[in-house]
């Protein structure tokens, strides 16, 4: 295998590995370009699920006072216990 030309920096905090990754990625390659999208930039994976957390929720409420109803959960069937 041929020698890499770089050697992953080492991480003081978290903080410093998630700059050295942006760094390393740069937002003008296709996965910084990707992980920019995904993550919005500055916003943490916890702010952004969040995010949609919340607009779910708005939606589901939605649904609710406009009269929409889950429908019942279905019990599953007893086991089937093989006879000896």
């Not at 942006?22 to 996965?31: F, I, S």
């Not at 916890?46 to 109803?69: F, L």
């Amino acid at each position: 295998m041929a020698e890499l030309d770089h050697q992953p920096a080492p991480s003081t905090s978290n903080q410093d590995s998630r700059e050295h990754l942006w760094k390393e990625l740069g937002r003008d390659t296709p996965a910084g370009k990707a992980l920019f999208k995904l993550y919005g930039g500055n916003k943490t994976g916890t702010n952004v699920g969040n995010t949609y957390d919340d607009a779910n929720r708005k939606k589901m409420e939605a649904k609710i006072a406009a009269g929409w109803t889950p429908p019942p959960k279905a019990t599953p069937p007893p086991p089937v216990r093989p006879t000896v």
